[in-house]
Antibody, heavy 119, light 112 residues
Framework: QVQLQESGPGLVKPSQTLSLTCTVS??????????WSWIRQHPGKGLEWIGY???????YYNPSLKSRVTISVDTSKNQFSLKLSSVTAADTAVYYC???????????WGQGTLVTVSS | QSALTQPPSASGSPGQSVTISCTGT?????????VSWYQQHPGKAPKLMIY???KRPSGVPDRFSGSKSGNTASLTVSGLQAEDEADYYC????????????FGGGTKLTVL
């Protein structure tokens, strides 16, 4: 059973960079066949896809966030990470990591982590 | 504003059926058979209920079914049960040149 767990600071100051890591267990990122995604959910709102990465390092990002987002992978640690730069209060959200299979089906999700942007 | 359009709410009595729509464009829902539906209970992570328009993951009751016609996908929940009360989100693969994922705004399903 694949499990994902997000980790990182719960509070980030405006204009700084939000950094989160997703640790995968029960399956190897480097085995291929899947993309590894980040999704966020603003308080009381819907889901927003941020982007995903393949084990080889190929990335695809939400066009609306592309200029501020970097997703990277560390296959040796079976982790992938999210960096979102120049954050504002509008980036306050629950951030989820998830596994994507063909066609962007998100079949396994982490429990989510709340990141608040505030001084 | 979400890329895919869902009704904000839907409701039905126990045992009844309810259908939730998800409307996109030919660049997403209409262009690919990669529509998924997710169920989210309060404070929980979303759970995959339907993928590739109409396929059910192992463990999802067959009361949940999906379909698509043109640019609109639908999720039908038959034999409504109290535990089906949740938010439901559709998503679709979009864009061959810049592959990405789009979500609907979500539908709050209330079991009366």
């Amino acid at each position: 059973q694949v499990q994902l767990q997000e980790s990182g600071p719960g509070l980030v100051k405006p204009s700084q960079t939000l950094s989160l890591t997703c640790t995968v267990s029960g399956g190897s990122i480097s085995s291929g066949g899947y993309y590894w995604s980040w999704i966020r959910q603003h308080p009381g709102k819907g889901l927003e896809w941020i982007g995903y990465i393949y084990y080889s390092g190929s990335t695809y990002y939400n066009p609306s966030l592309k200029s501020r987002v970097t997703i990277s992978v560390d296959t040796s640690k079976n982790q992938f990470s999210l960096k979102l730069s120049s954050v504002t209060a509008a980036d306050t959200a629950v951030y989820y990591c998830a596994r994507s299979r063909q066609g962007a089906t998100l079949d396994y999700w982490g429990q989510g982590t709340l990141v608040t942007v505030s001084s | 504003q979400s890329a895919l359009t869902q009704p904000p709410s839907a409701s039905g009595s126990p045992g009844q059926s309810v259908t939730i729509s998800c409307t996109g464009t030919s660049s997403d829902v209409g262009g690919y058979n990669y529509v998924s539906w997710y169920q989210q209970h309060p404070g929980k992570a979303p759970k995959l209920m339907i993928y590739e328009v109409s396929k059910r993951p192992s463990g999802v009751p067959d009361r949940f079914s999906g379909s698509k016609s043109g640019n609109t996908a639908s999720l039908t929940v038959s034999g409504l049960q109290a535990e089906d009360e949740a938010d439901y989100y559709c998503s679709s693969y979009a864009g061959s040149n810049n592959p990405h994922v789009v979500f609907g705004g979500g539908t709050k399903l209330t079991v009366l």
